[in-house]
């Protein structure tokens, strides 16, 4: 849906004409899985797909929405904000909370929702949600005379918190921080320990290409929770604050104390880190081919040692791995347990590997993908109408 078909929307809605737009990517991590909250290294970039708020600001403190992907519509007082039906407005009222909890003094608005992203396909629909949520916040702010001021770091601190202690499950701060500051034509290479970030330019001459294995996510939240729980523990028996101080050389000399499968998700860890950083290295050489492999090993360590994969996602890798030339790499891309991968392709052969995969992966799986090619976009903003 384009800007005015969501004002018409509103204005249905709401009998009002949309003073502002706020929107908010989804995303796709191109290498650093489950590393960020082991306060390591990522990869991500910010898809051309989002979530979009087009509303006016209130003169209380309600927050009326209505969602146009789910046809329903929900509203919550700014002053008793505790979770509810429906469940999508959960992530606007968990960013209300948490902002209301920084000591933000918020404006009510009104709104229609809209969103390209997936839900619960890996591509960040939560994230997306919530960030676009501050920034719907931001526009009633500047709009009714009490702004409010959040940076995109300080935004995606507010999201992940809101993901954690509202939401309930233990996110690191990947998803919220690249929906937050993404760059078009950029991948953003981010440390989790201290925030710092550089953009590197997407490789010029090859895509990616977005394969939702549309299986059913299960047990997404309390897995992702456990593996945390592991690496936690890793931590305490090395000593070390987080993962991200483990060294391979301190790593090889300690990995009898540790329980195997412990062993195992640390070794992932410490791999995948250094795997961000010789990927950011070949990308700013041009070298698609080591990306590529890159990517491949990341699979693989994910499969076998962190066990977030599944069958689906293996046989997108599988059948890109058979494709042959023009295909340089691919992973599972997000939490894992389902969701999406993601192949780079050298951009001449970006429709005959799109059609071989929606070709082969039903055979293999008995299930029809969505695959869509992706460029990298901009982050979080806001603007009047
Ligand atoms: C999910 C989480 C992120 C990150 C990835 C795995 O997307 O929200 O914080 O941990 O899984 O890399």
């Known amino acids: ?97 948490t902002l209301t909890d920084y000591g933000y003094a918020l404006t009510g608005f009104d709104a229609v929702m809209w969103g390209d992203v997936p839900p619960a396909s890996g591509l960040s629909s939560s994230a997306a949600s919530e960030m676009a ?36 499950v233990n996110s690191g701060i990947m998803d919220q921080f690249i929906s937050s500051l993404g760059q078009p034509g950029h991948a953003l290479k981010i440390d989790c320990r201290d925030y710092s970030f550089e953009a590197v330019p997407m490789p010029v001459g090859a895509t990616v290409i977005v394969v939702d294995t549309t299986a059913p996510r299960t047990l997404a939240g309390s897995a992702y929770n456990a593996r945390r729980a592991d690496c936690e523990a890793g931590a305490v028996i090395l ?40 990927a950011t290295a070949a990308m700013k050489r041009g070298d698609l081919e080591e990306l590529g492999i890159l990517m491949y090993h990341s699979h693989e360590s994910l499969r076998d040692l962190y066990e977030v994969s599944s069958p689906d996602l293996d046989a997108v890798v599988e059948i890109a791995r058979e494709a042959g030339e023009g295909v340089y790499g691919a992973r599972m891309t997000g939490a894992g347990f389902g969701g999406c991968a993601i192949v780079l392709v050298d951009n001449a052969h970006v429709d005959r590997v799109s059609a071989l995969l929606a070709d082969e992966y039903p055979k293999r799986t008995g299930r029809t993908p969505n695959i869509y090619p992706c460029v990298a976009a901009g982050g979080a903003s806001w603007q009047a109408l």
């Open 239 to 278: 000593g070390v604050d987080s993962l991200r101080d483990v060294t391979m050389a301190m790593f090889k000399r300690r990995q009898a104390d540790l329980p195997t499968e412990i062993m195992h998700r640390v070794a992932h860890v410490v791999l995948e880190d250094q795997r961000v950083l010789d």
């Open 1 to 97: 849906m384009d800007s005015i078909n969501l004002s018409q929307e509103f204005t249905a809605h709401f009998h009002r004409t949309p003073s502002f737009l706020a929107r908010a990517p989804g995303r796709v991590n191109l290498i650093g899985e489950h590393t960020d909250y082991n306060n390591g290294f990522v990869l991500p970039m910010a898809i051309n797909r989002r979530v979009v708020l087009v509303g006016a600001p209130r003169s209380d403190r309600v927050v009326r929405i209505a969602s146009c992907n789910f046809g329903n519509s929900g509203e919550f007082s700014l002053d008793a904000i505790s979770k509810g039906e429906p469940d999508w407005l959960n992530y606007v009222r968990g960013v209300a909370r």
């Open 133 to 168: 949520t501050i920034q719907a916040f931001l526009a009633a702010g500047v709009q009714a005379g009490s702004p409010i001021e959040v940076d995109g770091i300080k935004a995606a601190k507010i999201g992940q918190k809101c993901e954690n202690q509202f939401i309930g």
